[in-house]
Every structure is written in structure tokens, then in C-alpha cells.
């Protein structure tokens, strides 16, 4: 299985600030993907991630919110702008395998105050 | 559009018992199916996968899942429950591209 990591684990933020979310994979990859999973809810895609190209955002999410970069075939990040509590919620990377099935970073949990 | 309904948000089973996890859903042409299973403060852990073939898919840690292509399901299911197994489980379904996850089942496994 693929090794994914992310930083920060956690973090707690003042309304108005941005935090930027790094996501590394232990190979490289064409499609990667950022969700967002607030308490107790399912998985929202925020968008997908390819490299050599502007992300491609899903419907309620917009790039001045939450611009994406992915500068290689290992790494991505995500940045939360201008944070509201609304924006408090686990951030989560995934890759996606040729056979179709994603593996997960571990997560990072935002709290906005 | 594509859908996952996981019907049940919570499953509690006594451990040695079997359990079934529900999953529905409606997905344009051939399905791509999948279950991720969540442990406390984890990140999502692929489980299973159905694409194509053999109607039964086993996957790791003992579980296995059923595709039914006249009812649109794909339970989850394990012989015996562990303790160990109390979780929040996802179904994911969609084409080839991305898919969508169900709200998640939280199982509960009972000494």
C-alpha cells in the first residue's frame, strides 16, 4: 500500500489567516485528490490535483479558497484562505492507484477560533 | 449524477457474531466499488474493491463484500467480529473516475 504523509497533523488558527497543508507520496503519481470531512460526515472532494495543470475544483469550492499547487509528481498543498470556524474540519490527501483504489494521508485537523 | 446510501448510520454486533455492513448505489454504466474502513483519529484505509469479475470480493482483515447488479448493492460482511473491527466504515462508489462515499456506518463490536 502507498505511503502518504501530511503536515500538519493538527492545527488551531485565528479567523482571517491561512494555513497551507503539504501532502507527500512515497511514489509518483499522476492524480491526486484533496477532501475535506467534517465531524461526523462523509468525504467531500474539494478538488483533484494533477500535475502540470490547474487543479480542477468541484462545485461549492473555488481556487481563491482554496488554491492548490502540485509542483511534482510526489507533492501537493492545499491552502485554506482567509479562515472562517466554518472551515474547521479534517483535510485529507489521497493518490489514486492505476487499479483504481486511493490510499489516504492521515489527515490534518484544522480548528478555526 | 452518481450516489452511495449507506442506510444505517450505526451497526452493533457481538463479537463472534457476523456482521453486515449495507451499501447501495447508483452509479451511470459499470459500477467501480470500494469500502474504506476509518479507525479513531486514522486516516482512511483502503479495504476491498469490486471493478469487475467475481461477483464476491474478499479483501483484507478477513472482509469480503458482495456486488448485486439487480439490487445495486455491495455489503459488507465478515464471518466473526472483533472488537477490533469497531470502526467507521465507507462505501464508495462511481465510473472510472472519481467516486462518491456514502456518510460512513459506524460498527460497533460488543465484548
Known amino acids: 500500500s502507498a505511503v502518504i504523509s501530511q503536515k500538519p497533523s493538527r492545527d488551531i488558527c485565528q479567523r482571517g489567516t491561512s494555513l497551507t497543508i503539504q501532502c507527500q507520496v512515497d511514489?509518483?503519481?499522476?492524480?491526486m485528490f484533496w477532501y475535506r470531512q467534517q465531524p461526523g460526515q462523509s468525504l467531500t472532494l474539494i478538488a483533484t490535483a494533477n500535475q502540470g495543470s490547474e487543479a480542477t475544483y468541484e462545485s461549492g469550492f473555488v481556487i481563491d479558497k482554496f488554491p492548490i499547487s502540485r509542483p511534482n509528481l510526489t507533492f501537493s498543498t492545499l491552502t485554506v484562505s482567509n479562515m472562517s470556524p466554518e472551515d474547521s474540519s479534517i483535510y485529507l490527501c489521497?493518490?489514486?492507484?492505476?487499479?483504481?483504489?486511493?490510499?489516504f494521508g492521515p489527515g490534518t485537523r484544522l480548528t478555526v477560533t | 449524477a452518481q450516489s452511495v446510501a449507506q442506510p444505517e448510520d450505526q451497526v452493533n454486533v457481538a463479537e463472534g457474531n457476523p456482521l453486515t455492513v449495507k451499501c447501495t448505489y447508483s452509479?451511470?454504466?459499470?459500477?467501480?466499488l470500494f469500502w474504506y474502513v476509518q479507525y479513531p483519529n486514522r486516516g482512511l484505509q483502503f479495504l476491498l474493491k469490486?471493478?469487475?469479475?467475481?461477483?464476491l470480493v474478499k479483501g483484507s482483515y478477513g472482509f469480503e463484500a458482495e456486488f448485486n447488479k439487480s439490487q445495486t448493492s455491495f455489503h459488507l460482511k465478515k464471518p466473526s467480529a472483533l472488537v477490533s473491527d469497531s470502526a467507521l466504515y465507507f462505501c464508495?462508489?462511481?465510473?472510472?473516475?472519481?467516486?462518491?462515499f456514502g456518510r460512513g456506518t459506524s460498527l460497533i463490536v460488543h465484548p
Open positions: 511514489s509518483q503519481v499522476t492524480m
Open positions: 469490486y471493478i469487475t469479475g467475481d461477483n
Open positions: 489521497s493518490r489514486r492507484e492505476s487499479s483504481y483504489e486511493q490510499y
Open positions: 452509479v451511470s454504466g459499470n459500477p467501480y
Open positions: 464508495a462508489a462511481g465510473g472510472s473516475y472519481i467516486p462518491t
